[in-house]
């Protein structure tokens, strides 16, 4: 029996945008009951409790998915984590081995966020999922009470919340994400992922430039959609750089589905295909 596997590189120190896009193609695979795996426990709870994964494991590092694969199986993964070595075996040991960012794009989300939400936020901050470093604590240091909301990052201390309370009018839980991202009309975030769903949704996202750089595949994509960017050095800073685009808003680029049919169905006919030779 050939099993499909999803693998999202994943850490406490690092956001969810590989797992949200694996979560996207997980979902167009649903009927195919895969498997998804995370690099963190945490990661793959969050994915089941909010992305709409139902099968998935955490497995620390993608070394790890032979104990588990067998020869033969199909895997999708998103991971900077195999070397060239890496990659040959794979697709030795695979009967189909698909990478995102080269068989799948980069901007594939969910088709949840092309469904129209009433815009019941006007204005919303989501930093990222993580914040190991504190980086949002020192980032809001002294600032003034802004009037938007902050939606939580997944990996933020418990303790930050009350802090950053005092910077922000309301707090939304990382549990909220999906509603939240659909319905803030103006959303301010470092998340390449979250501003292409705030874009499907049919809402004005503004991308924030963090010390955490985006890798170059993702600067492009926020070139290909003409998302404004900003950089700032404090909370103060970055929101009269944001009032100023969101008041003259530019025109960005639309997105669309991204259509992995014919990889569905590559899986689709090598699932038949071996489950008629066993029996």
């Known amino acids: ?133 504190n980086e949002m604590i020192e980032f809001c240091n002294n600032s003034k009470k802004h009037d938007l909301s902050l939606l939580l990052g997944h990996y933020f201390f418990i303790r930050n919340e009350d802090i950053l309370s005092k910077s922000f009018n309301n707090i939304i839980e990382s549990e909220e994400y999906i509603d939240t991202i659909k319905n803030s009309k103006y959303l301010l975030t470092s998340s390449v992922n979250a501003t292409l769903e705030s874009l499907a949704s049919g809402n004005y996202p503004v991308f924030f430039q963090r010390k955490v750089k985006p890798f170059k595949g993702e600067l492009e994509i926020l070139e290909k959609y003409n998302i404004p960017t900003i950089q700032a050095d404090n909370l103060d800073d970055l929101i009269v750089k944001f009032e100023n685009i969101i008041a003259n808003y530019p025109q960005t680029n639309n997105i669309k589905k991204i259509d992995i049919s014919n990889i569905v169905t590559t899986i689709e006919n090598t699932m038949k295909k071996y489950e008629s030779v066993i029996q």
């Not at 029996?1 to 994943?10: E, F, H």
């Not at 995102?100 to 989501?126: A, H, L």
């Open 1 to 133: 029996m050939i099993t499909t596997y999803l693998y999202s590189q994943s850490g406490h120190n690092f956001g969810f945008e590989n797992l949200r896009r694996e979560a996207a193609i997980y979902k167009k695979l649903a009927h195919l009951n895969p498997t998804f795996a995370t690099g963190d426990y945490r990661a793959v709870t969050y994915a089941k409790e909010v992305l709409g994964v139902k099968n998935g494991v955490g497995i620390d590092v993608i070394e790890n998915l032979p104990n588990m694969m067998l020869r033969m199986d199909i895997l999708i993964f998103d991971s900077k984590e195999p070397t060239n070595t890496m990659r040959k075996h794979m697709k030795e040991f695979c009967s189909h081995l698909f990478e995102v960012g080269v068989d799948i794009p980069y901007d594939i989300i969910d088709d949840i966020y092309f469904e129209q939400s009433p815009q019941t936020i006007q204005k919303c901050f989501f930093f990222a999922d993580d914040d190991y470093e």
